[in-house]
């Protein structure tokens, strides 16, 4: 199970950091990632990592401004952006693989999911 948190209001030029608990011994063993999705839009992939954290994976939208990283002591993911605009408005989801096999950027490749957070961006 994984939990999603750190969302909130944030103002254009901010910076945030997400963050995704999760339970289970099994969380350590597998590639993750964070997505987000806007009203009437498909869930977007944003950055992916592998189970060791020596391996990521981002999104051409993120890319230079957002850093995923995971502490799998603490069974946790985490996903850094700054300079923060509007078009980041969205609902953020974390979700992991159900085996450690490779970053996929596809919604359908990953198995778990957070029940998401939202994050406002006001200009």
């Known amino acids: 199970q994984l939990q999603a948190s750190g969302g909130g209001l944030v103002q254009a030029g901010d910076s945030l950091r997400l963050s995704c608990a999760a339970s289970g011994r099994i969380f350590g063993s597998l590639t993750a990632a964070w997505f987000r999705q806007v009203p009437g839009k498909e869930r977007e992939f944003l950055a992916g990592i592998n189970w060791n954290g020596t391996s990521t994976y981002y999104t051409d939208s993120v890319m230079g401004r957002s850093t995923i990283s995971r502490d799998n002591n603490r069974n946790a993911m985490y996903f850094e952006m700054n300079s923060l605009n509007s078009e980041d408005t969205a609902v953020y989801y974390c979700?992991?693989?159900?085996?450690?096999?490779?970053?996929?950027?596809?919604?359908?490749?990953?198995?778990?999911w957070g029940q998401g957070t939202l994050v406002t961006v006001s200009s």
């Open positions: 979700a992991a693989r159900r085996t450690p096999g490779p970053i996929l950027d596809t919604s359908q490749g990953y198995s778990y």
